[in-house]
T-cell receptor, first 114, second 111 residues
Framework: DAMVIQNPRYQVTQFGKPVTLSCSQT?????MYWYQQKSSQAPKLLFH???????NEADTPDNFQSRRPNTSFCFLDIRSPGLGDAAMYLC?????????????FGPGTRLTVL | SQQGEEDPQALSIQEGENATMNCSYK?????LQWYRQNSGRGLVHLIL?????REKHSGRLRVTLDTSKKSSSLLITASRAADTASYFC???????????FGKGITLSVRP
């Protein structure tokens, strides 16, 4: 089945130790998104790729970076995780039709910062 | 903030009852979408209603949209315990492929 896969599902890192979260998709969608979701809050968009074009949200900290080496894969790099970065990180894709469309989400990666 | 608001924030009902959740938003939209999120999981798309539509059905789901009031409602009929989840509305303004999510409604369906 076509899907969005996130690895790992749970990630524990130490304060200040770089961490990379990965996302892959078999949907062949051209748009990929990274969201941060803290407990009982709405998903907050960090950035998204439209094809190879990177779009950063204005309030996304510099500590967060992303790479999209090809259509299928997208990575979220947190250069120096702080305690406040502990959250669920959600990857999503869409086949943007310029008229809007649904987003397909992965199961998320729960990040713990010790 | 462009974020919309859902109400109520939390809803607890008995299995078999109907659940109605409301969403208000602030800007013009291209479409409005509803998503479900089970605890600790990703979001699942439920239904999309375009700005020129007023009502849409999908199984036990009924969504309405009132663009003059900038509001939408999601009705789940004959609820089941498995409907227990958080529900989010999300606005697509047609700009930059992005959605703006509301804060979500926690629905508990008691068996």
């Amino acid at each position: 089945d076509a899907m969005v896969i996130q690895n790992p599902r749970y990630q524990v890192t130490q304060f200040g130790k770089p961490v990379t979260l990965s996302c892959s998709q078999t949907l062949n969608h051209n748009v990929m998104y990274w969201y941060q979701q803290k407990s009982s809050q709405a998903p907050k968009l960090l950035f998204h790729y439209y094809d190879k074009d990177f779009n950063n949200e204005a309030d996304t900290p510099d500590n967060f970076q992303s790479r999209r080496p090809n259509t299928s894969f997208c990575f979220l790099d947190i250069r120096s995780p702080g305690l406040g970065d502990a959250a669920m990180y959600l990857c999503a894709t869409s086949r943007d039709e310029r008229g809007g469309g649904e987003q397909f989400f992965g199961p998320g990666t729960r990040l713990t910062v010790l | 903030s462009q974020q919309g608001e859902e109400d109520p924030q939390a809803l607890s009902i008995q299995e078999g009852e109907n659940a109605t959740m409301n969403c208000s938003y602030k800007t013009s939209i291209n479409n409005l979408q509803w998503y479900r999120q089970n605890s600790g999981r990703g979001l699942v798309h439920l239904i999309l209603i375009r700005s020129n539509e007023r009502e849409k059905h999908s199984g036990r789901l009924r969504v309405t949209l009132d663009t003059s009031k900038k509001s939408s409602s999601l009705l789940i009929t004959a609820s089941r315990a498995a409907d227990t989840a958080s529900y989010f509305c999300a606005q697509d303004t047609g700009a930059n492929s992005k959605l703006t999510f509301g804060k979500g409604i926690t629905l508990s369906v008691r068996p």
